[in-house]
Protein backbone atom coordinates (compact mmCIF):
# COMPACT_ATOMS: atom_id res chain seq x y z
CA UNK A 1 0.00 0.00 0.00
CA UNK A 2 1.44 3.40 -0.63
CA UNK A 3 0.26 6.43 1.19
CA UNK A 4 1.04 10.37 1.42
CA UNK A 5 -0.41 10.99 4.73
CA UNK A 6 1.67 11.51 7.92
CA UNK A 7 -0.05 9.95 10.19
CA UNK A 8 -0.89 6.73 8.30
CA UNK A 9 3.21 6.58 7.76
CA UNK A 10 4.16 6.75 11.37
CA UNK A 11 1.39 4.25 12.80
CA UNK A 12 3.15 2.17 10.11
CA UNK A 13 6.31 2.76 11.23
CA UNK A 14 5.53 2.56 15.31
CA UNK A 15 3.91 -0.59 14.15
CA UNK A 16 6.93 -2.25 12.45
CA UNK A 17 8.96 -1.15 15.36
CA UNK A 18 6.77 -2.93 17.66
CA UNK A 19 6.98 -5.80 15.28
CA UNK A 20 10.60 -6.09 15.23
CA UNK A 21 11.05 -5.88 19.21
CA UNK A 22 8.53 -8.50 19.79
CA UNK A 23 10.43 -10.63 17.02
CA UNK A 24 13.82 -10.11 19.24
CA UNK A 25 12.58 -11.12 22.10
CA UNK A 26 11.16 -14.04 20.86
CA UNK A 27 13.81 -14.83 19.07
CA UNK A 28 16.09 -14.59 22.01
CA UNK A 29 12.93 -16.55 24.15
CA UNK A 30 13.86 -19.50 21.82
CA UNK A 31 17.57 -19.27 22.16
CA UNK A 32 17.25 -19.82 25.87
CA UNK A 33 14.63 -22.53 25.79
CA UNK A 34 16.07 -25.70 26.60
CA UNK A 35 13.83 -28.68 26.26
CA UNK A 36 12.98 -30.73 29.36
CA UNK A 37 15.21 -33.54 30.11
CA UNK A 38 14.59 -36.83 29.52
CA UNK A 39 11.34 -36.07 27.51
CA UNK A 40 12.51 -38.31 24.87
CA UNK A 41 13.02 -41.30 26.88
CA UNK A 42 9.56 -40.86 28.69
CA UNK A 43 7.95 -40.48 25.31
CA UNK A 44 9.87 -43.25 23.62
CA UNK A 45 8.90 -45.86 26.36
CA UNK A 46 5.29 -44.88 27.09
CA UNK A 47 4.79 -45.44 22.87
CA UNK A 48 6.94 -48.55 23.15
CA UNK A 49 5.11 -50.19 26.05
CA UNK A 50 1.99 -49.46 23.94
CA UNK A 51 3.21 -51.14 20.62
CA UNK A 52 4.43 -53.58 22.56
CA UNK A 53 0.93 -54.56 22.95
CA UNK A 54 -2.59 -52.53 22.06
CA UNK A 55 -4.68 -55.42 22.65
CA UNK A 56 -3.95 -55.19 26.66
CA UNK A 57 -5.48 -51.59 26.42
CA UNK A 58 -7.84 -52.23 24.14
CA UNK A 59 -9.03 -55.15 27.12
CA UNK A 60 -9.04 -52.64 29.89
CA UNK A 61 -12.29 -51.45 28.30
CA UNK A 62 -11.86 -47.53 29.15
CA UNK A 63 -13.16 -45.76 26.37
CA UNK A 64 -11.15 -42.99 25.66
CA UNK A 65 -8.31 -45.53 25.82
CA UNK A 66 -10.01 -47.77 23.06
CA UNK A 67 -10.26 -44.87 21.07
CA UNK A 68 -7.05 -43.50 21.35
CA UNK A 69 -5.83 -47.33 19.96
CA UNK A 70 -7.75 -47.20 17.17
CA UNK A 71 -6.31 -43.90 16.06
CA UNK A 72 -3.22 -44.87 16.28
CA UNK A 73 -3.17 -48.06 15.04
Do not use: C, Q
Amino acid sequence: METDSLPVITAYEKKIGALSEEKLLVSEKLENLTPPSGAFENLFELAWRFLSNPWRIWESEVLHLRRLVLRLT
